[in-house]
């Protein structure tokens, strides 16, 4: 007979019992146990600069919200399958895609494929099999609690930005958090105003750093050139991280395994050299969390109250648009 219940361990949610049966099952299923293999941050941490977490762990915590704060049934089982159409190192992919020496390009490749994957995945029968119509779950947009634009707070972001913060912290907000006319909102505002900061420093020094657009830049240079060698192919990417470094490791192609190597060390965002030089451009996120004033029962912006924060922003958005400017390791 099949087990109702699943224990899951997670160093901010603690332990908790998964009683749902259809979110048992597909966790349980191999295309949600693939997002195991899949760094969140794009690159595998031996080859990246901070610590790396998961799409799996961070899939199953973006549920684990959405069940705290009530949401919808439907849109809890969205917001676990939200990221299941993820390729092979995340938003990586986008800059294989794309060209990120131009302004403006979005990492959105999974937003796009995310209907058609779980259309064709067979995950799909088991939706239908609970009774729930799949094209419910299929699109995004419908589930603003699991995903909004920024600057607002949703499931989503508030899992991933957590995720990189202290868990004492990350139990803090999420004690903090309310629904307010189906929006995701605050109700302390020392909280808020905490978060808010720490999540802009979080664009700053890790997500939009030089660093990670540096490192972006060479490890999707090395994969087009995997491709361009016929060590990869596109569909290759319906794998997992580790899979295809095996792949590239195994190729023995000096000019991919040698460029590789080359990632696991510093690398120094430096324009001193006279070769060409290069300019790419990261995504820019941050929130500008909706606030309950107790007293009213109305919500406000944090940047409407403090304009400290809001130049804050402001500052982090221009120098986020001029890029980084770097000259190649090759």
Known sequence: MYNRTMVYKDNIFGKVVISDRLASKIIKHPEFQRLKKIACQGIPERYYFTRVFNRFEHSIGVYLILKKINADYKEQIAGLLHDISHKAFSHVYDWVIKDYTKSGNME????????TYL??????????????????????????LLDSEIPNLCADRIEYSIRSL????????LESLIVKENRIVLKDIKVAKEYAYKFLALQNDEWGSNEA??????????????????????????????????TIIASKISILTERLSLLKGPIAVSTKSKLEKKVVYKKFRYIDPEILNQKDNKVFRLSS??????????????????????????
Not at 122 to 135: F, M, N, Q, W
């Open 108 to 115: 959105d490749a999974q937003d796009i494929l995310h209907a």
């Open 119 to 144: 259309n064709k995945s067979t995950i799909k029968k088991l939706i239908i099999d609970h009774g729930i119509e799949p094209y419910d779950l299929f699109d995004l947009n419908k589930h603003k």
């Open 166 to 173: 202290p868990p004492e912290f990350a139990t803090t907000v």
């Open 213 to 246: 657009a540096v490192r972006y830049y060479h490890f999707s240079e090395i994969l087009k050139l995997a491709l361009k060698h016929k060590v990869l192919s596109l569909s290759d990417f319906d794998l997992d991280d580790m899979s295809l470094i095996k």
């Open 305 to 330: 109250y403090d304009l400290k924060f809001k130049k804050a922003v402001e500052q982090s958005k221009r120098r986020n648009k001029i890029g980084t400017e770097f000259t190649p390791l090759w």
